[in-house]
């Protein structure tokens, strides 16, 4: 159980330290929402540490992380975990498909150029786990509605008459990954497109309500929570991406100096495959125009 702490005194910090260390202080049923993308255990490289577990240690630390997210989760809250497909995949049979009213498992698709292989099919999405923790959940169609695909047809006419501002978005999500050449990308080794975050928190929260950002890491999540008028609370174990998240809040933008900074070679090379992609959009556009 957490502690007997006032949930106001956690509001709009972030802790330099482990997260299940600030998840165990804070008081049951204290948070709105619960958004996590943690480590995916794949060996990469989070500054100058790797959190690499044995696959079974992986599952029972992702158990616990989830039972004391649920724990400090409102009845009426919702929690979205970002995973790779296996490991949300363990976690549901092993947890979340008994401790939730409903789990649902939606995909996030991007492009990608790695990973590619002759002997499957390459793997370009991530699992995002959307946990209920009761049929009374919150959630907020117009916050996210997006246009229909076919607005002239006699029901989706008799939709919009009656005051509908758009459909729910499917359960797969486009968005393009962070690269290096994004106007969001920080040194951090795994970020999140900051769209794709905004459209989880504000799907199911209002300004003012709580968002439990279980890591820091570059502070995009954070950053948005502040954007869009709702309270956070987040930790995160690396003191460098920690100063980097203050001075983001701080002063409102990305300084240079938590930058990736680029060999020139690499430059050239992303310069040469946009340039590639321009002219390969202006050929279809002028190939379309001509039929």
Known sequence: MGANKDIESYLNKVFLKDIMEVLKELPDKSVDMVYGDPDYNVGVKYGDKSYTKNFNEYIE??????????????????????????????????YLDEACYGVYDYAWVYNTNVGHTPKRFTTAHRSILHCRKTRDNKFYKNNVAVPYKNPTDRRILKNLAN?????????????????????????????????????????????????LILFGGSGSEIEICKVLNRQYISAEIDEKYYKMILDRLTKGLIEEKYKLRLKKYEIKNIERQLTLLEEQRKYLTNNRRKK
């Open 61 to 94: 630390w992702y158990i616990e992380l989830a039972r004391e997210s649920m724990r400090v989760l409102k009845d009426t809250g919702n929690m979205f975990l970002i995973n790779y497909p296996k490991q949300n995949a363990y976690l549901r049979v092993k």
């Open 163 to 211: 005051g509908s501002t758009g459909r729910m978005p499917y359960d797969w999500f486009y968005f393009d990954l962070v690269k290096n050449v994004s106007r969001e990308k920080t040194f951090h080794a795994c970020q999140i497109p900051q769209k794709l975050s905004e459209m989880l928190i504000k799907s199911c929260t209002q300004p003012d309500e709580i968002v």
